[in-house]
C-alpha cells in the first residue's frame, strides 16, 4: 500500500502563474519530506526538502508547505516557467535513508 | 563531471535470462539505492546499502540480488529475467544528511521479452 499518494496524475498552468503540487502521507513517523523533478530520459533531481518540525521551507521559486496533522504537503512554484515542465515527485522518509515516493505528478507550463 | 554513471542505458533480455546492472559513484557517498519506476507507481525501492558490506531489502526485492564490495559500486543483478521486471531502473546515491537528497543517475530502461 503506498504510503505517499499524489492525487492529481497532471497539472496545466500558465506561464508567469502559480504551480500548486500537492502529496498526502499516511505514514505519521515520516520525518523529513523531498520533492524531486524528473525531465524524460534523465533521473530525478532533487529539488527541495523539509523537515516534520517545520511548516515551511523556501528556495527561490519554490516553497514546500507541510501540514502534519492534515499528513499534506504542497509544492509551490512562482511563477511558473517553461522549464518547469516535467514530472515532480513527492517523496519521505522515516529513517533518513530511505524514501518512499509518490507516483508522480506531471506538470506542464504553457506558454 | 562527479556523479552516479549506470550502465547499460537500454537492455533487452529474453525471459530466463540473467544480467548485471551496474551503478558506480565516485562521490564517496555511504549510501546507495536501487529503484525502478514504472506507469502509474512512482519509484519504488528494490534494494539500498548503507556503506560497503552492507545491503538490505527494500519493497519490492523479489528476483533481485546487490551487494557491496567497494564504496563506489552497486550492481544490481537480475537471477532470471521476467516480463513483470520490464521496468526503468534508477540508481541513487547519497553522503548525508537526508535533506539533501539522493543524486540519481540516468537510469537504465529494460525490457524482457
Known amino acids: 500500500d503506498q504510503q505517499v499518494k499524489q492525487n492529481s496524475p497532471s497539472l496545466s498552468v500558465q506561464e508567469g502563474r502559480i504551480s500548486i503540487l500537492n502529496c498526502d502521507y499516511t505514514n505519521s513517523m515520516f520525518d523529513y519530506f523531498l520533492w524531486y523533478k524528473k525531465y524524460p530520459a534523465e533521473g530525478p533531481t532533487f529539488l527541495i526538502s523539509?523537515?516534520?518540525?517545520?511548516d515551511k521551507n523556501e528556495d527561490g521559486r519554490f516553497t514546500v508547505f507541510l501540514n502534519k496533522s492534515a499528513k499534506h504537503l504542497s509544492l509551490h512554484i512562482v511563477p511558473s516557467q517553461p522549464g518547469d515542465s516535467a514530472v515532480y515527485f513527492c517523496a519521505a522518509s522515516v529513517d533518513d535513508y530511505k524514501l518512499s515516493f509518490g507516483a508522480g505528478t506531471t506538470v506542464t507550463v504553457r506558454a | 563531471n562527479a556523479g552516479v554513471t549506470q550502465t547499460p542505458k537500454f537492455q533487452v533480455l529474453k525471459t530466463g535470462q540473467s544480467m548485471t546492472l551496474q551503478c558506480a559513484q565516485d562521490?564517496?557517498?555511504?549510501?546507495m539505492s536501487w529503484y525502478r519506476q514504472d506507469p502509474g507507481m512512482g519509484l519504488r525501492l528494490i534494494h539500498y546499502s548503507v556503506g560497503a558490506g552492507i545491503t538490505d531489502q527494500g519493497e519490492v526485492p523479489n528476483g533481485y540480488n546487490v551487494s557491496r564490495s567497494t564504496t563506489e559500486d552497486f550492481p544490481l543483478r537480475l537471477l532470471s529475467a521476467a516480463p513483470s521486471q520490464t521496468s526503468v531502473y534508477f540508481c541513487a546515491s547519497m553522503g548525508g544528511p537526508i535533506s539533501y537528497g539522493y543524486t540519481f543517475g540516468s537510469g537504465t530502461r529494460l525490457t524482457v521479452v
Open positions: 523539509i523537515s516534520s518540525i517545520k
Open positions: 562521490m564517496n557517498h555511504e549510501y
